[in-house]
């Protein structure tokens, strides 16, 4: 494999990824002796592929070499046909074509999984995406095979279902637990990059910039989302790009178009050279050469900047771990933290009751870490934004569990999407509960988080944003193991859920103290909603958390009083 170091691989080399910083290292002596060549290998082989996937980026922390032994097709990058006859792989759905496989994974995903389900004695089915054999699992036994299971590897799983190949001869074979490992490093370097985040400057910042809009009207799809990009990118990238309007614009521009890039015809013929594939190369490629460029600077210039950046560079990190962190940050965080971000407004906007819990709550830690003035009285007039700035960062993660429980609730609703594993082992994995069906060696495995998240036996009227679920009288997801996933489960967790919860908590509090909005349509009229019930519409079908069906405005003005506080 060229630029990936074969000539420190004493076999056959392959481009993997795994969290070996032995084998990146390998990478940068490939980078410094054929610097194009190493990049092309880049370009193709991991951002073209790769970066667009949101959890294959996340959990590709070095592109990395490794020679391992030839092994059974479960390590192939040929998928094997599912035998029913021998295999006991749970029954094959009704709709399945040749070469495509099942269309409607593609284009209906949450009714594809509940029909094939019905459709199944045990609840448990086999389906083919393109070429690819997979097992769609539900019910509690599916559900915790998929998130307990040693075995499925979450690396494979989304590369190739979510768009690319999978990995051929993976490390993670022999190690199926490796992306645990990226789990970790990727903590390690998150976390003390929170500590010094200075959120609260830059919701404010970016809120105030908002106010200045004289129309007063906002998609919190677009405004919020590029909030959040933005933090993103100050908290766990460069200030280069952070404080450049421009250089945000482009990023977020390439960002969206990778994310876009997925076609069903890009995961049935992973090797054909598809639009899709096309673009990815080619965006991938330009992020890449963005963030190259800036840490070529700083090496050769000296320049030093306080950011996450540097105290990579300063850590020793690779530029290609860097770059990993960086993008896989970008890609696995973006889109999750961005739209329910934007939700909860929309959510809190139907509710009266949640919106005074909630501001309810900003002010309780905001007077008990700024006091209103020093005799108590009410007539502090320093404005209640101004106030969350002397809240630490350790109140900002455990005193908001008003708002925490919106988010929760607002990641229930918007779970549209299915999660992947593939059995990279060479045995059947039982699934227990269904006599004796199992997932076979090499075969994918999909679960969607619908099962559990929009099932009404588990979550009534599941299409209400109802915070109040969560409450020790209800308590709704606490009733089962694994009844709610929405953070990851079992094996997975989402190592950026700490992260996430700070931006959202941030933003949701300096807006809640700062404006008064309402759910408008486009020409400003006021929506007429029920609680927890917006007129705007989730696709249930699509693959992601995603933006809603319909444009989605919000009207927004100073609050009165906010002077004087609530
Ligand atoms: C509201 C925001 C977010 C939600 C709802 C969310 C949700 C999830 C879920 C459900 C999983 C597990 C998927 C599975 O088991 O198949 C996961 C994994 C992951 N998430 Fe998040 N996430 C969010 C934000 C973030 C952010 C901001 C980052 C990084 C900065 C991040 C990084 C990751 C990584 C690296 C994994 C893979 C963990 C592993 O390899 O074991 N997530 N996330």
Same mark, same amino acid.
């Given at each position: ?190 976390? @003390? ?266 979550? @009534? ?106």
């Amino acid at each position: 494999m060229s630029g990936c170091g074969d000539e420190h691989a004493p076999g056959k080399c392959s481009v993997t990824f795994t969290s070996q910083s032995r084998h990146a290292q390998l990478i940068e002596n490939g980078a410094r002796t054929s610097r194009w060549k190493s990049n092309y290998t880049v370009l193709t082989k991991s951002i073209g592929l790769c970066v667009g996937q949101a959890y294959q980026a996340m959990s590709s922390p070095a592109f990395s070499t490794s020679w391992v032994p030839r092994v059974p097709y479960a390590r192939s990058n040929q998928p094997a046909p599912l035998d029913h006859k021998n295999s006991f792989a749970p029954k094959l759905v009704s709709d399945s074509l040749p070469i495509v496989g099942s269309l409607n994974f593609f284009t209906q995903r949450w009714d594809f999984f509940q029909s094939a389900a019905s459709h199944s004695p045990t609840g448990q089915f086999s389906f083919y995406a393109g070429r690819y054999p997979v097992i769609g699992l539900s019910g509690d036994e599916g559900r915790k095979v998929f998130f307990e299971s040693k075995v499925l590897n979450f690396t494979e799983g989304y590369g190739a279902l979510i768009g690319g190949s999978p990995k051929t001869e993976a490390t993670a074979m022999d190690k199926p637990e490796s992306a645990n490992e990226f789990a970790d490093y990727f903590t390690k370097r998150l976390n @003390p990059l929170l500590k010094r985040g200075q959120f609260q400057k830059h919701v404010h910042t970016s809120l105030q910039k908002l106010a200045d809009d004289p129309t007063g009207m906002a998609n919190p799809f677009d405004s919020i989302y590029r909030i959040v990009y933005q933090i993103t990118m100050r908290i766990v990238a460069c200030n280069e790009i952070a404080s450049d309007p421009k250089m945000l614009a482009t990023t977020l521009k390439s960002f969206e178009t990778l994310e876009a890039a997925v076609s069903p015809t890009f995961i049935m013929f992973p090797s054909l050279p598809t639009k899709a594939k096309l673009v990815r190369a080619w965006e991938g490629a330009r992020l890449y050469k963005i963030f190259q460029n800036i840490i070529d600077d700083r090496k050769k210039t000296g320049r030093r900047e306080t950011d996450a950046l540097q105290s990579l560079m300063d850590q020793g990190d690779s530029t290609l771990q860097i770059i990993t962190f960086v993008l896989g940050a970008l890609f696995a965080g973006q889109l999750n933290s961005g739209i329910n971000a934007a939700w909860i407004f929309v959510y809190l906007a139907t509710s009266p009751t949640w919106l005074s819990r909630v501001r309810t709550e900003i002010l309780t830690v905001a007077d008990k870490y700024t006091p209103r003035n020093n005799n108590n009285s009410n007539t502090n007039t320093t404005p209640l934004a101004q106030r969350l700035h002397s809240i630490p960062l350790e109140a900002w993660e455990s005193e908001f569990p008003t708002i925490d429980l919106c988010l929760r609730e607002c990641i229930r609703c918007q779970s549209t999407g299915a999660g992947f594993r593939k059995n990279t082992s060479d045995n059947a994995i039982p699934i227990p509960g269904t006599g004796n069906e199992v997932i076979p060696p090499g075969a994918f495995v999909a679960y969607h988080l619908g099962d559990i998240h929009f099932n009404p036996a588990i979550y @009534p009227d599941p299409s209400r944003w109802d915070p109040g679920r969560y409450l020790p009288d209800r308590a709704e997801d606490q009733r089962g193991k694994h009844y709610y996933v929405g953070w990851g489960s079992g094996r997975h967790p989402c190592p950026g859920m700490k992260f996430a919860k700070l931006e959202v908590t941030i933003i949701t509090a300096f807006w809640a103290a700062m404006f008064e909005w309402e759910n408008v349509d486009a020409g400003g009229r006021r929506k007429v909603e029920g609680e927890g019930r917006p007129e705007l519409k989730t696709n249930w079908n699509a693959h992601t958390a995603s933006k809603p069906v319909g444009e989605a405005w919000v009207r927004f003005w100073t609050r009165e009083g906010e002077k004087v506080g609530l």
